[in-house]
């Protein structure tokens, strides 16, 4: 079964700071990858999916990117971070059924 | 874009009492999926459905996918304390290329002892 690695678990960060989350997969090859965040403990809000490597659809405009180097590798990236974008960020995948594993989230803070 | 409207936002229940929550959605869903959050953890997949209509139970879950395949709903049978937590509906779309996992906001379900 796959599985979704997820770190650093929990990242303090200043405004105007850049940043790196960093999501890898196993157990499988060629999968769909997902970055959500999701604030304030409730929905789920879809940042960016990618569905091979170099492949990516952004869900909404705003300050961060995201990029997949490597077939089982998802990096989520701000050169300048807002207060806004604190949240908990969360990597899934998906490759064929049954639905999408997550990893175990990172909770960003921005002071 | 496609959006998933789930309800209610939060139930507050007795133990042993049976729950029910749904999805509603404008757009078609080749795929429906159920999930529980746990605080600070990602989601587990609780029950997934692929064709509609499919009516599929884990345990004290049952889910099903709707005939439109516009909807989908989830029962939990006689609740326990350790049912608390997010649940979330989510929508999978593939083909083309289109793979979107679009979610419900969740439904709190907190369930006093």
């Known amino acids: 079964s796959q599985t979704i690695h997820q770190w650093p678990a929990t990242l303090v960060q200043p405004v105007g700071s850049p940043l790196s989350l960093e999501c890898t997969v196993e157990?499988?090859?060629?999968?769909?990858l997902y970055w959500y965040r999701q604030a304030a403990g409730r929905g789920l809000q879809l940042l960016f999916y990618?569905?091979?490597?170099?492949?990516i659809s952004s869900e909404v405009p705003q300050n961060l990117s995201a990029s997949r180097p490597q077939d089982r590798q998802f990096i989520l990236s701000s050169k300048k971070l807002l207060l806004s974008d604190s949240g908990f960020y969360l990597c899934?995948?998906?490759?064929?059924?049954?639905?999408?594993?997550f990893g175990q989230g990172t909770r960003l803070t921005v002071v | 874009g496609q959006q998933l409207n789930q309800s209610p936002q939060s139930m507050f229940i007795q133990e042993g009492e049976d729950v029910s929550m749904n999805c509603t959605s404008s757009?078609?869903?080749?795929?429906w999926l159920w999930y529980k959050q746990d605080p600070g953890e990602g989601p587990v997949l609780l029950i997934a459905?692929?064709?509609?209509?499919e009516l599929t139970s884990n345990g004290r879950l049952t889910a099903q996918f709707g005939i439109t395949r516009k909807d989908s709903f989830l029962n939990i049978s006689a609740s326990i304390p350790s049912d608390v937590g997010i649940y979330f509906c989510?929508?999978?779309?593939?083909?083309?290329?289109?793979?979107?996992?679009?979610f419900g906001k969740g439904t709190l379900l907190t369930v006093n002892p």
């Open positions: 757009s078609i869903f080749n795929t």
């Open positions: 459905l692929y064709k509609a209509g």
């Open positions: 899934a995948s998906t490759q064929g059924g049954p639905g999408a594993f």
């Open positions: 990618s569905v091979g490597i170099g492949q």
């Open positions: 157990g499988t090859s060629n999968p769909n």
């Open positions: 989510a929508g999978l779309t593939s083909g083309g290329s289109n793979y979107k996992l679009t």
